[in-house]
């Protein structure tokens, strides 16, 4: 984490009067140095968490514990020959994996990594690259872009499991984007903007998002169609080995390959962004909204509340994305209908009952913040029960051989 | 270049394949021309008319290409300038629509459909002919004259841009407080969705029911009559084809 003592620059008072050095700043340490880095150690810490799961030691041979593992494994990938299948389309078969690349790496460009400063009305800038009016959906958009990418490079490679592994990718990342999507809404709703760096500061306000029944709901959802998203364990049919070899990098191999692992890797600490900062209240400490009061004071306890915020965020991340992992290794990959239907039948119903009771919680609890919120969770908690048994309920009704679906859906959640 | 060599190849073996990489060489000429006059006077604008330019090409790549999944690929790239000239003209929130709708949603689905009815690996080229594309043309001139004929003689609201001039109006008025175009530019998001629940909440609600009934229908046509449910005996064939296809 040596590399976010530069991301400070933004908060730095030259950072705000030159903003070219502050993009400058993010490109060079953040996006070309810091990112990757993180991911790099995101998978040395998964090779490592996946050895503790299975009963093995995981890589422990170069450096101390196997601290080098990802600068030799960047190394392989950088010198292993870099083969183009001969029947494939050359710029496409390029184009795939670039845009993965691009699409992962932009997402991060709008997600509030500490507090940053104060403005002239005491909300926080965020300690951002660019803080979009349009935020997250931004972020949503870049991340379908992806889609485009997965298609290509399996399209391109001419190859049957490839094509095969793309069109089970697309239509996996159609459907689970429109769950992903209902799930953020609350958030908005209760923040009042599409600015992360706002939804941070309303939750430095109001406390965490994910402290109440819809919140709650809402926070679980979008985890679980963001893993989708990602075509991570248990839905990553797209690449499944034990079927498809590799999916729609089956015909890459060297740094092209380099660049699948890469995206999937960042697109797993995105999710754990996505999710900390729309429900977890991004750097904000559980329950008090401590460091924001330092901000106003001098340049060093606004580096100080800095540090602090960017530490709680970075905890927060890990959790997530040591929760992806245990995930990983616990559940078995769910058969093509499951996944659709666990879209369709179960999280699309579930997120559109979620929003009237998001609405009746920003009634009850948001818009008086200073009334009791006994009545608010009783109510909101009650119809988000009652909506569960509804969903769950009517998945599984039939019973039959088909039905089999229907109960794994509801336990997954339930 | 190999890739300027390569999407030139696209457009070999079509009846216009000569005119196509002069156009877009005199194409390129031009854009510079006009881009270095235009970066001494105004260096936003002269940013606006290259980004233009690549827009242009990749929309004659849509029109040009060989394979269709390049073509398909053009658009996509097309509709990314289209969102590039969204940022530029500081409406960011409608250039995040314009991703996550048109390259998302629309440019995915129809690659969907490229791979599930078409020959999935596209390389069959399309037929083509220079009198095939002349009532294409006239419909997208007569197209573009309607458009550009209503936009440029609507009238502009207060503190908003009148397409006919050239300059926008300042964000900050002189007392400090947010012209009408620096409260879009802030949170076009929340000024959206007042006005289509306020103003235009009826043509709001009937779009949506448009949308259901067409929901509704492609389900109904998909699903088709009871007891003609697809097996693997009749259907198969019909399910395996692509790749039989793709195999030869």
Redesign the interface.
């Known amino acids: 984490m040596s590399g976010f003592a530069v991301l400070w620059a933004q908060a730095m008072p030259v950072g705000q009067a030159v903003p070219w050095l502050r993009y400058a700043a993010w490109l060079l340490l953040g996006f070309a140095a810091a990112f990757p880095l993180v991911v790099a150690y995101v998978v040395l810490a998964e090779r490592k968490l996946a050895g503790r799961f299975q009963d093995r030691i995981g890589p422990n041979r170069v450096g101390p514990f196997g601290t080098l593992q990802p600068i030799a494994d960047l190394i392989k990938l950088l010198t292993k020959e870099d083969i183009v299948p001969e029947a494939a389309?050359?710029?496409?078969h390029l184009?795939g994996p670039v845009i993965l690349t691009v699409s992962a790496m932009a997402v991060l460009a709008v997600v509030p990594m500490g507090f940053g400063g104060l403005d002239e009305d005491g909300h926080l800038t965020g300690l951002v690259p660019v803080d979009?009016?349009?935020g997250l959906?931004?972020l949503?958009?870049?991340a379908?872009?992806s889609?485009?990418g997965v298609?290509?490079s399996g399209?391109a490679s001419?190859n049957?499991y490839a094509?095969l592994g793309?069109?089970r990718a697309?239509?996996q990342?159609?459907s689970y984007?429109i769950p992903q999507v209902l799930a953020t809404v609350p958030a908005l709703l209760w923040a009042?903007?599409?600015s992360l760096v706002t939804v941070v500061d309303r939750q430095v306000e109001l406390g965490w998002f994910v402290w109440s029944p819809p919140g709650f709901v809402a926070f679980v959802t979008v985890v679980v169609a963001s893993i989708a998203e990602v075509n991570r364990a248990p839905f990553d049919l797209p690449e499944a080995e034990s079927e498809l070899v590799a999916g729609f990098h089956t015909e890459y191999s060297g740094m092209r390959f380099g660049l699948f692992f890469l995206a999937e890797y960042m697109n797993v600490f995105t999710v754990g962004c996505l999710a900390s900062v729309l429900f977890l209240g991004g750097g904000a400490l559980p329950f008090t909204s401590f460091p924001k009061g330092l901000l106003g004071g001098s340049v060093a306890m606004m580096v100080l509340a800095n540090v602090i915020s960017v530490g709680t965020f970075a905890v927060k991340v890990g959790v997530m994305v040591f929760l992806m992992f245990w995930v990983r290794a616990t559940l078995p990959r769910l058969r093509v209908d499951q996944l659709m239907g666990f879209a369709w039948k179960f999280l699309v119903p579930l997120g559109l009952l979620n929003l009237p009771i998001s609405a009746l919680w920003f009634e009850l609890a948001i818009r008086e913040p200073d009334r009791s919120r006994v009545m608010a969770w009783v109510w909101t908690g009650f119809l988000e029960l009652m909506a569960l048994g509804m969903v769950a309920g009517v998945n599984s009704r039939k019973v039959g051989r088909r039905d089999v679906v229907g109960s794994l859906e509801t336990d997954w959640v339930a | 270049m190999g890739?300027v060599i390569?999407?030139l190849q696209d457009f070999e073996g079509t009846s216009v394949n000569r005119l196509v990489p002069g156009v877009m060489a005199g194409l390129v000429g031009l854009g510079v021309l006009v881009g270095a006059l235009c970066l001494v006077t105004s260096p936003v604008r002269s940013v606006f008319l290259v980004v233009s330019g690549v827009g242009v090409l990749m929309a004659l790549g849509t029109v040009l290409a060989r394979?269709l999944?390049?073509s398909a690929?053009y658009l996509?790239a097309f509709f990314f300038v289209v969102a590039c000239q969204f940022v530029l003209l500081e409406v960011?929130?409608l250039?995040?629509?314009q991703?996550?709708l048109y390259?998302?949603?629309v440019?995915?689905?129809m690659?969907?459909g490229i791979?599930l009815t078409r020959n999935?690996?596209g390389a069959e080229p399309r037929r083509r002919g220079f009198f095939r594309y002349l009532p294409a043309a006239a419909v997208a001139v007569g197209m573009m004259v309607m458009l550009g004929r209503g936009i440029l003689s609507g009238p502009a609201s207060e503190g908003l841009a009148d397409w006919r001039r050239q300059t926008r109006p300042a964000l900050v008025k002189e007392d400090g407080t947010l012209n009408e175009r620096g409260k879009l530019?802030?949170?076009?998001?929340?000024v959206i969705g007042q006005e289509m629940l306020g103003r235009w909440v009826v043509p709001f609600e009937m779009a949506g029911l448009l949308l259901t009934v067409a929901l509704v229908g492609s389900v109904t046509l998909a699903m088709g009559e009871r007891g003609e449910e697809a097996g693997p005996g009749r259907d198969g064939a019909a399910l395996r084809s692509p790749?039989e296809r793709?195999?030869r």
């Not at chain 1, 389309?89 to 496409?92: N, T």
């Not at chain 2, 530019?185 to 929340?190: A, D, I, Q």
């Open positions: 389309d050359p710029v496409m184009a979009l009016p349009a959906l931004y949503i958009a870049m379908s872009v889609a485009v298609f290509l399209w001419r049957k094509l793309a069109m697309v239509a990342l159609v984007e009042g903007s599409l | 890739g390569r999407i394979n999944v390049h690929l996509v960011d929130f250039a995040a629509v991703v996550l390259i998302g949603a440019a995915v689905l690659m969907f791979m999935v690996q530019t802030n949170n076009l998001g929340l790749f793709m195999s």
